[in-house]
């Protein structure tokens, strides 16, 4: 199982939110740079980056640091927030992302996901957030009409690399993940599924691990690995003995 450290970017520093509120951001690195090379020397090998002020305004705003991100590690970034047609998903991938997360374009125009993942194979992943088991959109300001499953079902055969499930809920608060629906969903598709949302703590990461579902490839941890209730080393270690 891959473990995906996450940097969340706001005002180019890096915070971790709760449930999604911009209001409850707390500051954990004022250099983006710095967390993103101690992930790395942690022996992580994924970076999971989110533009948190891009997710809200629908484009990219913390270009600068992930630019500076892209030139200072060589781990592999996954990038979401604010990526919505199909110039910025090139530009990105030309600065070298390694994958682009797509979630509010994937809701409201799939045929333009379906469409990019044939041209950027292997380079695209859904990025599919729910709240109550519907899907949330915009930063998390709206709630489309379906569920997430449901969403996740329009992508089958489109050449997507892997759906990233966050159950809002949950995302920041440290309670566990939402295993059921994750599971759920896990079982409802052949894509790939990374876990995202409510890590606190190694048993959390143990469970998830302990459903030994062949489709959930790998898991987004922030707050707990900012905070110290996850030791890098022991997730590691646990995700590779997984």
Request: glycine share 10%.
């Amino acid at each position: 199982m891959i473990i995906f450290p996450a940097i969340d970017l706001k005002g180019g520093q890096v915070v971790r939110l709760m449930r999604g509120e911009m209001a409850s951001a707390t500051i954990f690195n004022e250099d983006p740079v710095a967390q993103a090379q101690a992930f790395e020397a942690q022996g992580f090998e994924w970076l999971h980056l989110v533009d948190l002020d891009g997710a809200l305004e629908g484009r990219s705003v913390n270009e600068t640091a992930v630019h500076k991100i892209l030139f200072a590690s060589a781990l592999p970034v996954q990038l979401g927030g604010g990526i919505r047609d199909r110039a910025a998903i090139a530009e990105w991938l030309e600065a070298g992302v390694r994958r682009v997360i797509l979630g509010t374009i994937a809701a409201k125009d799939p045929d333009l996901v379906k469409e990019v993942a044939q041209t950027h194979a292997g380079r695209i992943a859904v990025g599919i957030d729910a709240r109550d088991g519907f899907v949330a959109v915009q930063g998390w300001t709206a709630t489309a009409d379906m569920t997430a499953i449901d969403l996740a079902r329009r992508f089958e055969d489109a050449g997507v690399t892997a759906i990233i499930y966050t159950d809002v809920a949950r995302d920041g608060m440290g309670t566990g993940l939402n295993l059921e629906e994750t599971a759920a969903l896990a079982s409802a598709v052949t894509i790939p599924v990374i876990a995202s949302g409510g890590i606190g703590s190694i048993e959390d990461l143990r469970a998830l691990i302990a459903l030994n579902h062949p489709n959930i490839q790998g898991v987004i941890i922030g707050r707990a690995l900012y905070d110290g209730r996850v030791d890098p080393a022991a997730a590691l270690a646990l995700a590779k003995a997984g």
